[in-house]
């Protein structure tokens, strides 16, 4: 009568001729992480810078907001300071929208920067493991071939 063939002495000796390599899982955990830490510095740095142009843009409304509030005796000097806040708020919209519009173009440029660079490293990790695995697989071959 025939036998069935175990596998697992079959199984065990493929698993150690194909060792997994955990090195290249870690290193790009690493990457991975410090890509994440630079671009929470872009997004944290782009927070504060526009938290301090809100907070400038409010403290210089409410100071133009100072004259419209004073009672005038004349209606005609109420409408002119009511006339001259509105001109002075649509100058201070215009000049914190394009600090705001800055903000926004570092905050692109910078991840661009990051992104590329991080398709650089990951571009040469790649090919260095496929080398490797190449030449690992290319060993554990010639070594079940002569077995």
Same mark, same amino acid.
């Given at each position: 009568m025939?036998?069935t063939?175990?596998?697992?002495?079959v199984m065990?000796?493929?698993m150690g001729?194909?060792?997994?390599d955990?090195a290249?899982?870690?290193?790009?955990?690493?990457n991975?992480?410090a890509?994440?830490?630079?671009?929470?510095?872009v997004?944290l740095?782009? &927070?504060?810078?526009?938290?301090?142009?809100?907070?400038?843009?409010t403290k210089?409304?409410?100071a133009k907001?100072?004259?419209?509030s004073k009672?005038?005796?004349d209606?005609?000097?109420y409408?002119k300071?009511?006339?001259d806040?509105a001109?002075?708020?649509a100058?201070?919209?215009?000049?914190?929208?394009?600090a705001?519009?800055?903000?926004a173009?570092?905050?692109?440029?910078?991840?661009?920067?990051?992104?590329m &660079?991080?398709?650089?490293?990951?571009?040469?990790e790649a090919?260095?493991?496929?080398?490797?695995?190449? &030449?690992?697989v290319?060993?554990?071959?010639k070594?079940a071939?002569?077995?």
């Amino acid at each position: 009568m025939a036998s069935t063939q175990d596998f697992t002495a079959v199984m065990k000796d493929m698993m150690g001729a194909f060792p997994v390599d955990t090195a290249s899982m870690e290193d790009a955990f690493k990457n991975t992480a410090a890509l994440n830490e630079k671009l929470s510095t872009v997004a944290l740095t782009a &927070a504060e810078k526009s938290a301090e142009v809100s907070n400038k843009w409010t403290k210089e409304t409410l100071a133009k907001l100072s004259g419209v509030s004073k009672a005038p005796a004349d209606p005609a000097d109420y409408a002119k300071s009511v006339t001259d806040f509105a001109s002075a708020s649509a100058e201070v919209a215009a000049e914190n929208l394009a600090a705001f519009a800055e903000i926004a173009k570092k905050v692109q440029m910078d991840t661009v920067e990051l992104m590329m &660079a991080a398709g650089k490293d990951i571009s040469e990790e790649a090919a260095t493991a496929v080398k490797k695995a190449t &030449a690992d697989v290319t060993t554990a071959a010639k070594k079940a071939a002569t077995k």
